[in-house]
């Protein structure tokens, strides 16, 4: 008896979408195109679940944050539980200082269900291999990229999350992120 394909046309939209949402953009200085984080983050979160809704918002969360789409947009496309979860994302205000707005995220994505969690650990995920990537490649000179230019700030923001995450602590691709926090942090 042969398997029923796997209906995917849903998610296909959704990448479709984020496609076209950050066409011509490119990952900060990476030289590759920006798609190819949020699909990063989808293929994360597909260690995890094969909820379409959720590799869907997984493939959209950086869409209402670095692009002109609107959650609306999301909202009316994908539907209100994708909307939501991209939302949780989402940087909302720019107010206060580097602190302020990440301790902000950090108790935003605490106080989110788990699947919101399950998208924001593909998003953290991604950044932190980029990071480790990158403090492989650059070492400490890869600091002064971000806005924020002390090791120190970085460790506090990412074991911030990891802390925030710890719901999802028995899966590998959280215990991946703690391991990247410790393999680049714990010289610091």
Not at 18 to 33: C, N, Q, S
Not at 49 to 65: G, I, K, M, N
């Amino acid at each position: 008896m042969a398997n029923k394909p796997l209906d995917t046309a849903f998610l296909d939209r959704a990448i479709e979408f984020a496609v076209k949402a950050h066409a011509g953009t490119e990952r900060r200085g990476k030289g590759f195109p920006y798609v190819v984080h949020p699909l990063e983050a989808m293929a994360i979160v597909a260690t995890i679940t094969s909820d379409q809704e959720l590799l869907a918002a997984a493939a959209l969360h950086d869409t209402v944050e670095d692009t002109d789409v609107t959650l609306e947009q999301i909202r009316k496309e994908f539907g209100d539980r994708v909307a939501q979860l991209v939302n949780v994302e989402s940087v909302g205000d720019d107010e206060g200082t580097w602190h302020e707005r990440k301790r902000k995220a950090i108790d935003r994505i605490a106080a989110a269900p788990l699947d919101a969690k399950i998208v924001a650990l593909g998003d953290k995920l991604s950044n932190m291999r980029a990071i480790a990537r990158d403090y492989y490649l650059q070492g400490d000179s890869l600091w002064s990229l971000f806005h924020a230019s002390d090791p120190k700030d970085h460790e506090w923001h990412y074991r911030g999350l990891a802390d925030a995450l710890k719901e999802l602590k028995d899966t590998f691709a959280y215990q991946e992120f703690e391991w990247l926090i410790e393999k680049v942090f714990s010289k610091k």
